[in-house]
């Protein structure tokens, strides 16, 4: 651990101001020292702009994140040691004054939203780069702000948003509003604590989850719930709004944030599409009467619920900070919005005037942003972690940006949010944008756990999302197509055979291979692949492939599958192969096409290939034939079900001796702050339930065991 107290220069961070001597006129003092209350791409992302403008900054850092690349961009940075470290406010407090820091940015997240903790950086004299407290409270309380919204005519969604809070009051509520209805925390975002309740039947269950999950995610009071009307078909559409200490506030136009699961953002637009001009400029008076409505003072998005079938817009909330998707914003505006915050933090106007953004937006074009995210949407979007063991990205540029907290060799964790990164391209019109990041998506390829990055490029291709038809429910509506099973073509297990070969991972002393001196002519080796694709149309299917070679990187290839009757023979492949640490890049020539191939073998699991070809990634296993598998008395692990990530036992909800049919319920882990329905894969006995609620477990733990003969039937 590191902690350096940092020298600070006496500097003017931006150009020299007079102070003004009008009564009741804000005071301008330049930031010249910083302390970044957060971690990951955020804290990289404030840094950057913080150090253009010569300000000093601090970092903190966890002991999961000792090694990040937000602690090591500063030179100056401090350890909080446990992974809640970033929620110890008064610790924070604390050091930025021991420190002498002159200020404080929260980024998103943790306690960016935490009014208690901006009111004590405002006690203590540190300026705190967000909104006043005040403010903070009175828009972070779901039902007060509603109360607010109400009064300045700002239109909300129906719904209870009062003190009673006990189960059959909210139930009660809930019937006056009528189902479908929406369960929220007063403390909410991000989608934590939030369930949609689609009849009274699973009511209790739903709020006795969402409660749970909520004062996880938020602390003591994040129990207490909203219960609104919930909308069919909405859109999220939010508007970013700035302010400054001088009575002014501007709208940076709109965000289209309907493409979720669970409800949390992947892809975020601007402007929003098929949304016509008079709603449009409706949405962005209503953000700013909102702001002002609460003496708002800096960043903010004010989100609403948009009716696809109505065309109504109801305020939904305020989120009083910098919004994960904000350089959606910066993109169609030409602007750095932290710079912005920085500069009415010191007591500056607003850069921009209304009219100066608008003319912005309308010659900028389009902006989308995709979260990459540690996932397996395949798997029903099951959080994922671990070290990335290859990551390449793609070539940014004025119209194409990555945000990101992590490089190759790095470890995301399960302690924190699984988002790997931000990939935000400009078009000049949307189509364009759409087609940019489909493109970009291609060379975006990551190698140690599971990424949403293949799912992202479906959903750039998908007719009904280039259309613009867009709703929360996006997802589930257009399931079929999203998740439609994929066809791995022949040459991509040539490739995978060619590749191994080529990094001389099959030794003799592995099952894998035949032929020792495969360099020589004559050689020929012979491969069992599985797929691990779960939309593969043959999923687990195995199959042969003998690679035989005839001369200098010459080769005759035969890919044999199961049910086939005749084998594939590709005859007069050259392949010119170069191999590091694991990694081959091949450049192959077959019969009526190049290929340009990379094939990784994970160095933490050897039987497991990736293959990228063609703009996709596919993910192999390397079978043992069955001999070996004999000789060793090797057999896979049958009858039990087994933990698909780190996490946490939230509850069992069986106990020994249960008969259960497939689909039915186990456990509840909570991963990623994230909680996490294991479902039985099969009908059974429950013979044994490994673990206690409370209890930690790896990936690969086993959670439940059946009997052995319901098993086998």
């Not at 709004?241 to 001088?246: E, L, Q, T």
């Not at 995709?370 to 119209?399: C, W």
């Not at 003998?546 to 200098?552: D, E, S």
Request: charged content about 25%.
């Amino acid at each position: 651990m590191r902690s350096i107290k940092p020298r600070y220069l006496r500097r003017r961070a931006f150009p020299r101001y007079a102070s003004t001597s009008i009564s009741g006129q804000p005071q301008i003092t330049p930031i010249t020292s910083l302390l970044i209350a957060n971690r990951g791409e955020i804290a990289l992302r404030i840094n950057k702009t913080a150090r253009r403008l010569g300000i000093q900054t601090t970092t903190l850092y966890t002991d999961p994140d000792a090694s990040s690349q937000h602690a090591a961009c500063s030179p100056h940075s401090i350890g909080l040691g446990a992974a809640n470290g970033y929620l110890d406010g008064e610790r924070i407090v604390r050091l930025a004054k021991q420190h002498g820091i002159q200020a404080l940015h929260p980024g998103y997240g943790f306690l960016s939203e935490n009014s208690a903790f901006a009111r004590r950086c405002e006690e203590e004299g540190i300026v705190f780069v967000g909104p006043p407290a005040q403010a903070m409270a009175d828009m972070g309380d779901k039902a007060r702000s509603k109360e607010i919204m109400t009064k300045a005519g700002v239109p909300c969604v129906p719904g209870y948003h009062g003190s009673e809070q006990g189960e059959t009051e909210l139930l009660n509520h809930a019937k006056a509003v009528k189902f479908p209805v929406l369960l929220k925390s007063v403390k909410g975002g991000g989608g934590k604590g939030m369930r949609i309740v689609m009849e009274e039947g699973e009511f209790i269950q739903q709020l006795k989850s969402a409660r749970a999950e909520a004062r996880a995610s938020f602390g003591e009071g994040g129990e207490v719930m909203l219960v609104e009307k919930y909308i069919v078909r909405p859109r999220h559409v939010e508007v970013q709004v700035f302010a400054d200490k001088h009575g002014n506030c501007v709208a940076l136009g709109e965000r289209d944030c309907s493409v979720q699961r669970r409800h949390q953002k992947i892809l975020e637009e601007s402007p929003a599409p098929n949304l016509d001009d008079v709603t449009r400029l409706d949405l962005w008076d209503k953000a700013r009467t909102a702001a002002l409505a609460v003496g708002y003072v800096g960043a903010g998005t004010v989100e609403f619920i948009l009716d696809k079938d109505s065309g109504e817009f109801y305020f939904m909330e305020m989120n009083t900070r910098l919004q994960v998707e904000h350089p959606v914003s910066e993109m169609v505006t030409g602007t750095d919005l932290v710079e912005w915050q920085f500069r009415v933090a010191a007591g500056e106007k607003l850069p921009l005037t209304q009219q100066e953004i608008m003319e912005r937006i309308a010659e900028r074009g389009a902006a989308i942003e995709a979260r990459i995210y540690a996932e397996s949407p395949e798997k029903g979007f099951l959080p994922d972690s671990g070290k990335l063991v290859h990551l390449t990205t793609p070539k940014t540029g004025e119209d194409i940006r990555i945000d990101a907290g992590f490089v190759e060799g790095d470890t995301v964790t399960e302690a924190y949010d699984g988002m790997i990164a931000k990939l935000i391209v400009r078009g000049d019109d949307r189509e364009t944008a759409i087609r940019k990041m489909e493109l970009a998506l291609r060379n975006y390829e990551v190698v140690g756990l599971s990424t949403n990055i293949e799912f992202l490029k479906r959903l750039c291709k998908s007719p009904a999302f280039i259309e613009g038809d867009v709703e929360t429910g996006f997802i589930e509506k257009w399931k079929a197509e999203l998740f439609d099973p994929v066809t791995v073509k022949p040459e991509v297990y040539v490739q995978a055979a060619l590749g191994i070969s080529a990094s001389n991972l099959a030794s003799a002393e592995q099952p894998h291979g035949g032929s020792l001196g495969f360099g020589n002519y004559g050689g020929e080796r012979t491969f069992y692949f599985k797929s691990l694709d779960v939309l593969n149309e043959k999923e687990a299917e195995v199959v042969e492939v003998r690679v035989f070679q005839k001369g200098n990187q010459l080769f005759d290839c035969t890919v044999t599958r199961k049910g086939e009757e005749t084998p594939q023979t590709i005859q007069d492949v050259i392949s010119s192969p170069i191999s590091s640490s694991g990694k081959t890049t091949l450049t192959t020539f077959f019969p009526d096409a190049r290929v340009d191939t990379t094939v990784v073998q994970d160095p933490n699991n050897d039987n497991k290939i990736t293959v990228f070809q063609h703009g996709g990634k596919t993910e192999l296993s390397l079978v043992s034939p069955t001999w070996y598998e004999k000789a060793l008395g090797l057999k896979e692990a049958t009858a039990s079900v087994v933990a698909p990530m780190p996490c946490k036992i939230l509850k069992n909800e069986v106990k020994e001796g249960d008969k259960v049919v497939k689909g039915a319920p186990l456990v509840v882990i909570e991963s990623m702050k994230m909680e996490t329905v294991i479902r039985s894969p099969q009908d059974g006995v429950i013979k044994r339930l490994a673990h206690k609620e409370g209890d930690k477990c790896k990936a690969g733990t086993v959670l439940v065991v059946f009997e052995e003969s319901a098993a086998a039937e």
